[in-house]
């Protein structure tokens, strides 16, 4: 809703001043780029607390029979290697993994929201 807002009053400042529509666009556009530019550079988040064993046990026992289904939720962060990547992941494998958690039915639930927002 703030994206919204924002977007309005610029839209709103820039126009007044006589600029073009193209014009518009050609910001939003760079701020767009600029805004995906800045998720590539993200560092890997590092876990803040362990999991109790209970916890431990119980995440163990859903990942072992959830291998492929996100129908509980996505896979909690995993220890990784001093680079913060998963040794064992690949580019590929994370976009298949990303198109099933859009499947998921926990994600199900908020295309409409997507599709409104859009």
Same mark, same amino acid.
């Given at each position: 809703m703030a994206s919204q +807002? +924002? @977007?309005n009053v610029t839209a709103a400042l820039v126009l007044k001043s006589g600029a073009k529509q193209s014009t518009l666009f050609m %910001?939003? &556009? $760079? #701020? &767009? $780029?600029?805004g995906s530019m800045l998720f590539c550079m993200l560092r890997t988040p590092k876990r #803040?607390?362990?999991? !109790?064993e209970s916890e431990q046990k119980v995440h163990d026992l859903t990942a072992h029979s959830n291998k492929n289904s996100y129908s509980n939720g996505p896979p &909690? %962060? =995993? *220890? !990784? !290697? *001093? =680079? @913060? =990547?998963?040794p064992n992941s690949s580019p590929i494998q994370d976009i298949k993994d990303t198109f099933n958690l859009m499947i998921s039915p926990r994600m199900l639930w908020t295309v409409p929201c997507q599709i409104y927002s859009a």
């Open positions: +807002i +924002i @977007g %910001l939003f &556009a $760079i #701020l &767009a $780029i600029v #803040l607390h362990s999991m !109790s &909690a %962060l =995993e *220890d !990784s !290697s *001093d =680079e @913060g =990547e998963n």
